[in-house]
């Protein structure tokens, strides 16, 4: 299973909004309504942000946001704070029992 | 609240096989609907699914580790284990145990990790 395609790097000033996009197939993104986002700060495990393309789990902001369009999935994150630098993964399942992740975006509040 | 330990050698020699152990807190393993899950972390790279494990000992693998891997559980000791043979230095990475809901395939709780090193 090849890697889901994320942008390297993304930016924005605070205040600002920025969406992170998140590419695969239709044997997976396309596929299947099973896209999650998560957020890694360095030393830190990643945390779920976003489950089944755009459902929030309880604690996290509204600033954070999901949706899909096809093959490409897309986190939205709105009024950047300066503690939302960090990586950003997503993933989905791939059919079979299978799940997939993207090669990260590295945030960078401005 | 659950939490989520893994451990284990943080040094392993190549062609010797990996084993990490993750032990579940604040909650029974055996509670139906979650899949107990293990993920790795290449250094500087992204996350690769490496399998689960459900209460019952239903599997499934990455197929591109699949002829490498094993992961078992221990209900009794509120566990679960990955065994990853022949590894070499390709293998080192951080490696960590997360819980996953009834096949929805979002890991809703991870442990903090533990780097596996591969070297002589």
């Known amino acids: 299973q090849s890697a889901l395609t994320q942008p390297p790097s993304a930016s924005g000033s605070p205040g600002q909004s920025v969406a992170i996009s998140c590419t695969g197939t239709s044997s997976d993104v396309g596929g299947y309504n099973y896209v999650s986002w998560y957020q890694q700060h360095p030393g830190k495990a990643p945390k779920l942000m976003i489950y089944?393309?755009?459902k929030r789990p309880s604690g996290v902001p509204d600033r954070f946001s999901g949706s899909k369009s096809g093959n490409t999935a897309s986190l939205t994150v709105s009024g950047l704070q300066a503690e939302d630098e960090a990586d950003y993964y997503c993933?989905?399942?791939?059919?079979?029992?299978?799940?997939?992740f993207g090669g990260g975006t590295k945030l960078t509040v401005l | 609240q659950v939490q989520l330990q893994e451990s284990g050698p943080g040094l392993v020699k190549p062609s010797q096989t990996l084993s990490l152990t993750c032990t579940v807190s604040g909650g029974s393993i055996s509670s139906g609907g979650y899949y107990w899950t293990w993920i790795r972390q290449l250094p500087g790279k992204g996350l690769e699914w490496i399998g689960y494990i459900y209460y019952s000992g239903s599997t499934s693998y990455n197929p591109s580790l699949k002829s490498r891997v094993t992961i078992s559980i221990a209900t009794s000791k509120n566990q679960f284990s990955l065994k990853l043979s022949s590894v070499t230095a390709a293998d080192t990475a951080v490696y960590y145990c997360?819980?996953?809901?009834?096949?929805?395939?979002?890991?809703?709780?991870w442990g903090r990790g533990t780097l596996v090193s591969v070297s002589s």
């Open positions: 089944e393309v755009s």
């Open positions: 993933s989905s399942y791939a059919g079979s029992n299978l799940v997939v």
């Open positions: 997360a819980r996953s809901w009834n096949l929805r395939w979002y890991f809703d709780l």
